[in-house]
């Protein structure tokens, strides 16, 4: 929503993205597999606002991103030859935030990254892995561990950046406080 709001894509990971789309296609196939119609229906809707962050995105994609997707795509369609398509998913999770927790990490200009995803995120991690502890499905558990990590992970990071951003703001003000008649009797302009 952000994204679409603002068109500001700083630090946002179209790999992800892309990561992501191919990941909810995969969990609808897990679901109706394994016959969970909640796994598949949520990621059949997961679908719509994954796909339109692709299409946000795509100029921003290189072709790095889309080499990493389609290696994503091949590693899922080993995964279900080798019938361990459930454990891929597991840990999936980390090829679709994993580029977004490397990139918040990497990039100073994180003002793309919306938190609300990530609070979104911690409060799916929390559900799934219930879920998934109930029914005693480890690739849910898995999901969920991982993307509660990687959550935490990105929301650390934007708070210290936001807090170093005011941080360095606050200071300038203090200097431009502090200097503000000295400008003037010079004929020099703040920032």
Do not use: C
Not at 17 to 26: G, K, P, T
Not at 47 to 57: C, E, F, M, Q, S
Not at 70 to 79: D, F, R, T
Not at 102 to 121: C, F, K, N, Y
Request: aromatic letters at 8%.
């Amino acid at each position: 929503m952000k994204l679409a709001r603002t068109g500001v894509a700083a630090g946002v990971s179209p790999l992800a993205a892309l990561n992501a789309l191919v990941a909810a296609f995969a969990w609808v196939a897990y679901g109706l597999n394994a016959g969970l119609p909640v796994v598949w229906g949520v990621s059949v809707l997961a679908v719509i606002p994954t796909g339109w962050a692709v299409l946000l995105l795509r100029r921003e994609t290189r072709r790095s991103d889309v080499i990493g997707v389609l290696a994503w795509i091949a590693l899922l369609a080993i995964a279900a030859v080798a019938h361990v398509f459930g454990g891929a998913l597991s840990v999936g999770v980390l090829v679709t935030s994993g580029p977004q927790v490397w990139r918040a990490i990497r990039h100073d200009d994180l003002s793309g990254i919306s938190a609300t995803t990530w609070w979104v995120a911690i409060a799916d991690a929390l559900s799934w892995g219930a879920y998934g502890q109930a029914l005693g499905d480890s690739a849910l558990r898995g999901y969920s561990a991982t993307l509660l990590i990687s959550a935490l992970i990105v929301l650390s990071r934007i708070y210290w950046r936001r807090r170093a951003e005011r941080t360095a703001s606050g200071e300038r003000q203090d200097l431009r406080a502090v200097l503000g008649d000295g400008d003037r009797v010079l004929g020099m302009r703040g920032e």
